[in-house]
């Protein structure tokens, strides 16, 4: 009786069973009350579990996987049974923390699809129960019936995932047990922060000068922060060793400083952090400093101005302070360079000077000085004379062409020769300057603050100690003693100093020198002056002109020549005064002595027994 019952009682649980399903399918097509045919099925499922059914036993087994913090994972649901029990329909729960998981959803897997099933799923805390069935009796085939999403939550470093409650049905409706295999979700470390970008400003520093540099993260930093490596590769510009985002920040700020600059030059700031490298450049600007002062003229008497250039390192524009430690000296109180130049000019004005003095002018700009001289002159002064060819003092002869040098004696703009036009002679003032000889005016060459070249009037040849003076706006110097002598022969030089190759032309009237020898044999053009007087009588200022008749077509000196070249006689075969040139000025024509050496070859002329200056040579082939 007992067994009989109890099987009368099984075939009422299994024609239950096929109701039930029958009665599912209906419900589904209906797509109505799906959280009671959950809870119907999962009631039936317990009376299955309490039946000893002899079905072959399946697996559903939930995969693992990883996510990140607040992300979601994938996890496949497989289903596995034997070749021919598979099932039409099945239902499981998932069990969890719903601490550790935040969310979960599913949806149906390419097996479940394949079979034209639905899934339908209902969440509470901690579990997802599920029912995978279709309205029709296809059986899944092994593989994944359902594609489960979770996410985890932060802080949250692995999580298991159960899966229970699992129950199968056969296309007939029987019941089919499955084993439940639960997967675990395992949180991945979300990767280090790496550097996005770091600026400075202002990107242009001066010595002295600070920028505020940015250093920014492409994610927040996590706990400790992030230790970012600073550096640059200029010794002018300082920055920390690091600097530190804090957590949950992007981007943390530090200063570079500039020290002293001493060039112009771009420092490159490097940052680094994991790997990851930033760069930013600042332009490191020297300061502008003063590198020149100069102020022509270098002398002044009362009421005369000098005008002084002040000359900076660089472009930019600076304002440079100026003071003079003279009381008769007056400057301005600054010049400003432009921004597009590195000059810029003043005037130094003298006022009433009570004594001769030296003045110093001071410029100053950022700390560098310059500084320049001005002497302080209560009227011009000559400090010597001197042939103008041979650049040798002490005698001078009529006709004679010297440099007068001095302080304040000329114009800081020299002045240069011209005709008078009513005489046709050479002035005798240029610039506002006159040379006195003994009070006769000389014919002018040149005029500046410190020399002056005039020309010795041929009247003073009977005077044997004459004294010259210089006359400048308005005032007039001290009286220079001089010697007279009937002449003072000097051969003038192609560098003007008196010594070197002559001012001599070749027989085509080519410049001799070392690069061009004459030949021996030939004629050359010595030029020179203080040949003394001439016949006819020399006229003061007179330019020379070609008027006498030949072989003498020009004034000839009234004493003997001689010449030697390299301590050999030569012969000269003209002597008169340079066609051309003013009076006092003579052209001799010597014959390169046929046995001369080779070479730059030393050559004297003298005049009345008086002789050139030593170190003129003239160049033979």
Do not use: H
Request: glycine share 10%; aromatic share 4%.
């Amino acid at each position: 009786m007992g067994s009989s019952s109890q099987l009368r009682a099984s075939k009422r649980m299994l024609f239950g069973v096929r109701a039930f399903v029958r009665a599912g399918v209906a419900v589904f097509a209906a797509l109505t009350a799906v959280d009671s045919l959950i809870q119907a099925l999962s009631i039936v499922a317990f009376l299955f579990l309490s039946i000893n059914c002899v079905f072959a036993q399946g697996t559903l087994a939930l995969s693992s996987g990883t996510a990140a913090a607040n992300s979601s994972a994938a996890l496949n649901l497989t289903l596995t049974f034997p070749a021919g029990s598979e099932p039409a329909g099945l239902q499981w729960t998932l069990t969890y923390s719903p601490t550790s998981i935040i969310s979960i959803s599913a949806i149906a897997g390419a097996s479940a699809n394949a079979a034209g099933k639905s899934l339908y799923c209902s969440a509470s805390s901690g579990s997802y129960i599920c029912l995978l069935a279709g309205l029709n009796t296809a059986v899944m085939q092994n593989g994944v019936v359902a594609v489960v999403s979770v996410t985890i939550g932060s802080g949250v470093a692995s999580t298991t995932i159960n899966v229970t409650n699992t129950l199968g049905a056969s296309a007939e409706g029987n019941p089919l047990p499955i084993n439940g295999v639960g997967g675990t979700v395992t949180a991945v470390p979300p990767p280090p922060p790496t550097l996005r970008a770091l600026n400075c400003a202002p990107a242009s520093l001066g010595t002295g000068g600070s920028s505020t540099c940015t250093v920014s993260l492409n994610t927040p930093a996590s706990a400790g922060g992030a230790v970012v490596a600073l550096s640059d590769d200029a010794t002018a510009l300082t920055v920390p060793a690091s600097v530190t985002v804090g957590l949950g920040s992007t981007t943390a700020t530090f200063t570079a400083t500039a020290g002293t600059i001493a060039s112009n030059q771009t420092a490159t700031i490097t940052a680094t952090l994991n790997g990851s490298t930033q760069t930013a450049t600042i332009t490191l600007a020297a300061p502008v400093v003063l590198s020149g002062l100069t102020c022509n003229p270098a002398s002044l008497v009362s009421g005369g101005s000098a005008t002084c250039t002040v000359t900076v390192s660089q472009t930019g524009g600076a304002t440079i302070t100026l003071s003079s430690n003279a009381v008769a000296l007056t400057v301005p109180a600054s010049a400003a360079v432009g921004s597009g130049s590195t000059t810029a000019t003043f005037t130094a004005t003298a006022g009433t000077i009570a004594s001769n003095q030296t003045a110093t002018i001071t410029a100053t700009l950022n700390g560098s000085t310059q500084t320049a001289t001005i002497s302080l002159a209560t009227q011009p002064i000559i400090l010597s004379v001197a042939s103008a060819a041979s650049y040798i003092g002490g005698s001078l002869s009529p006709g004679e062409m010297v440099n007068i040098f001095g302080t304040a004696i000329g114009p800081a703009t020299a002045a240069y020769a011209i005709t008078d036009p009513a005489t046709g002679r050479l002035a005798t003032m240029i610039g506002g300057v006159q040379a006195l000889f003994n009070g006769i005016p000389a014919p002018m060459i040149y005029a500046s603050s410190e020399q002056v070249s005039a020309v010795v009037p041929y009247e003073i040849a009977p005077i044997p100690n004459p004294s010259v003076w210089i006359r400048y706006v308005g005032q007039t110097s001290n009286a220079y003693q001089l010697n007279s002598a009937p002449t003072v022969p000097g051969l003038f030089t192609q560098n003007s100093s008196g010594s070197g190759p002559g001012a001599i032309l070749n027989q085509d009237n080519s410049l001799n020198g070392p690069g061009n020898p004459a030949a021996k044999g030939s004629i050359v053009q010595v030029y020179l002056t203080g040949e003394g007087q001439t016949i006819p009588q020399g006229v003061t200022g007179a330019i020379t002109t070609v008027t006498l008749p030949p072989p003498q077509v020009t004034p000839a000196p009234v004493l003997p020549i001689g010449v030697t070249i390299n301590g050999q006689p030569a012969l000269y075969v003209y002597a008169g005064e340079a066609p051309g040139l003013v009076a006092g000025v003579m052209q001799l024509n010597v014959q390169i002595p046929s046995n001369a050496q080779s070479g730059p070859l030393p050559i004297t002329v003298s005049i009345g027994g008086n002789t050139s200056q030593n170190g003129v040579t003239v160049s033979v082939r």
